[in-house]
C-alpha cells in the first residue's frame, strides 16, 4: 500500500508539473485585419494607421491591388474584411450587378477625376474628332462625361448627370470619338488619345500630379467620397469602428494634405 501510495503521489505531482508548466497562459494573438486597397493612396494613407491600430491590439494587413474588381469580389469571398478603393456610386453599382452584399463604412476622402493629355497643353485645342478616353465602368464613365461637359467639350441629356452614359450625349460640336476602356488602364491610354479623363488613384501610380499634370480638374465638392467598404453586417465590427477611427483621425487628416497637396482631399 504504501508503495501504491508513493506512485500515485509520483504521477500526480508529475501532472501538477505538467499542468504548471503548460498553464501560463500566453498573450492572446493580436486580431487581424485584411483590408485590399490600390496602391496610391489608399494603402499609403493605411501605412499610416497601421502603428495606430497596432496600439489598439489590431495587427493590420494591407493587401494591394490593381485593378477595381478583384477586392470587392475577394472582401465577398471573405478574403479581406474590408477593402479601401472606391467610391459609394460605385460600390452600389458594382455590388447591384454582382449581387453581393457588401456596404459602405463610411467615406474617408475624395480623389477629384482629371483630364490629361500627353499631346496637348490646353483642354480646349483638342481637334475634331479627337480620341478621348473615358472609363468604362457606369460610375466613373458617367462622372468623367459629366466632366466632359463641366470643361464644355459636350452636352448631356438634361437630368443625367453622372449617370449619364455615351448615348447621352446630345451635342458634340467637335465629333469627339468617346472610347471607353478599363480604368486602370487610362494612363496607358495617353500616347493614342488625344484626351484621357483619369482617376486621380491611377493618375498618382503612373507619376501624374492631378494638381499640375491635368487640364481639367473635378470640383472638389466632388460627391465622390472614397470609402471604407465591408460584408453587410460588419459595419460595427471592433476592428472596423477602429480602422474607421484611425483613418478619421487629425494624423490622417495632415498626412493627406501635406503628402498630396490637393490631388486627394479629406472628406471628414
Same mark, same amino acid.
Given at each position: 500500500?504504501?508503495?501504491?501510495?508513493?506512485?500515485?503521489?509520483?504521477?500526480?505531482?508529475?501532472?501538477?508539473? +505538467?499542468?504548471?508548466?503548460?498553464?501560463?497562459? !500566453?498573450?492572446?494573438?493580436?486580431?487581424?485585419? !485584411?483590408?485590399?486597397? @490600390?496602391?496610391?493612396?489608399?494603402?499609403?494613407?493605411?501605412? +499610416?494607421?497601421?502603428?495606430?491600430?497596432?496600439?489598439?491590439?489590431?495587427?493590420?494587413?494591407?493587401?494591394?491591388?490593381?485593378?477595381?474588381?478583384?477586392?470587392?469580389?475577394?472582401?465577398?469571398?471573405?478574403?479581406?474584411?474590408?477593402?479601401?478603393?472606391?467610391?459609394?456610386?460605385?460600390?452600389?453599382?458594382? @455590388?447591384?450587378?454582382?449581387?453581393?452584399?457588401?456596404?459602405?463604412?463610411?467615406?474617408?476622402?475624395?480623389?477629384?477625376?482629371?483630364?490629361?493629355?500627353?499631346?496637348?497643353?490646353?483642354?480646349?485645342?483638342?481637334?475634331?474628332?479627337?480620341?478621348?478616353?473615358?472609363?468604362?465602368?457606369?460610375?466613373?464613365?458617367?462622372?468623367?462625361?459629366?466632366?466632359?461637359?463641366?470643361?464644355?467639350?459636350?452636352?448631356?441629356?438634361?437630368?443625367?448627370?453622372?449617370?449619364?452614359?455615351?448615348?447621352?450625349?446630345?451635342?458634340?460640336? !467637335?465629333?469627339?470619338?468617346?472610347?471607353?476602356?478599363?480604368?486602370?488602364?487610362?494612363?496607358?491610354?495617353?500616347?493614342? @488619345?488625344?484626351?484621357? +479623363?483619369?482617376?486621380?488613384?491611377?493618375?498618382?501610380?503612373?507619376?501624374?500630379?492631378?494638381?499640375?499634370?491635368?487640364?481639367?480638374?473635378?470640383?472638389?465638392?466632388?460627391?465622390?467620397?472614397?470609402?471604407?467598404?465591408?460584408?453587410?453586417?460588419?459595419?460595427?465590427?471592433?476592428?472596423?469602428? !477602429?480602422?474607421? @477611427?484611425?483613418?478619421?483621425?487629425?494624423?490622417?487628416?495632415?498626412?493627406?494634405?501635406?503628402?498630396?497637396?490637393?490631388? +486627394?482631399?479629406?472628406?471628414?
Amino acid at each position: 500500500m504504501k508503495k501504491l501510495a508513493l506512485i500515485i503521489l509520483a504521477i500526480c505531482s508529475a501532472v501538477l508539473l +505538467v499542468a504548471g508548466c503548460g498553464g501560463e497562459k !500566453k498573450p492572446a494573438a493580436k486580431p487581424v485585419l !485584411k483590408v485590399g486597397a @490600390t496602391a496610391v493612396p489608399h494603402a499609403e494613407i493605411l501605412q +499610416v494607421v497601421k502603428p495606430m491600430l497596432a496600439k489598439e491590439g489590431v495587427e493590420l494587413q494591407i493587401i494591394e491591388f490593381s485593378d477595381y474588381v478583384k477586392p470587392n469580389l475577394s472582401l465577398n469571398d471573405k478574403e479581406l474584411d474590408a477593402n479601401y478603393f472606391q467610391h459609394l456610386p460605385y460600390l452600389e453599382s458594382f @455590388t447591384g450587378e454582382h449581387k453581393l452584399a457588401l456596404v459602405s463604412a463610411g467615406g474617408i476622402h475624395i480623389e477629384p477625376m482629371g483630364v490629361y493629355s500627353a499631346k496637348l497643353k490646353d483642354i480646349k485645342a483638342v481637334p475634331e474628332g479627337g480620341k478621348v478616353c473615358i472609363p468604362n465602368d457606369p460610375s466613373n464613365g458617367g462622372r468623367a462625361l459629366a466632366i466632359l461637359e463641366k470643361a464644355g467639350l459636350l452636352k448631356l441629356k438634361e437630368g443625367v448627370g453622372v449617370k449619364a452614359v455615351v448615348g447621352d450625349v446630345v451635342e458634340n460640336p !467637335k465629333k469627339l470619338q468617346l472610347i471607353e476602356i478599363e480604368a486602370a488602364l487610362m494612363p496607358r491610354s495617353l500616347q493614342d @488619345t488625344d484626351l484621357a +479623363v483619369i482617376n486621380s488613384n491611377f493618375a498618382m501610380e503612373a507619376k501624374l500630379n492631378p494638381v499640375k499634370d491635368s487640364l481639367f480638374m473635378e470640383a472638389k465638392d466632388s460627391p465622390y467620397a472614397n470609402i471604407v467598404a465591408v460584408r453587410k453586417g460588419d459595419e460595427k465590427r471592433p476592428e472596423i469602428q !477602429k480602422l474607421m @477611427t484611425a483613418l478619421r483621425s487629425p494624423e490622417v487628416k495632415k498626412f493627406i494634405e501635406e503628402k498630396y497637396k490637393g490631388a +486627394v482631399v479629406p472628406a471628414f
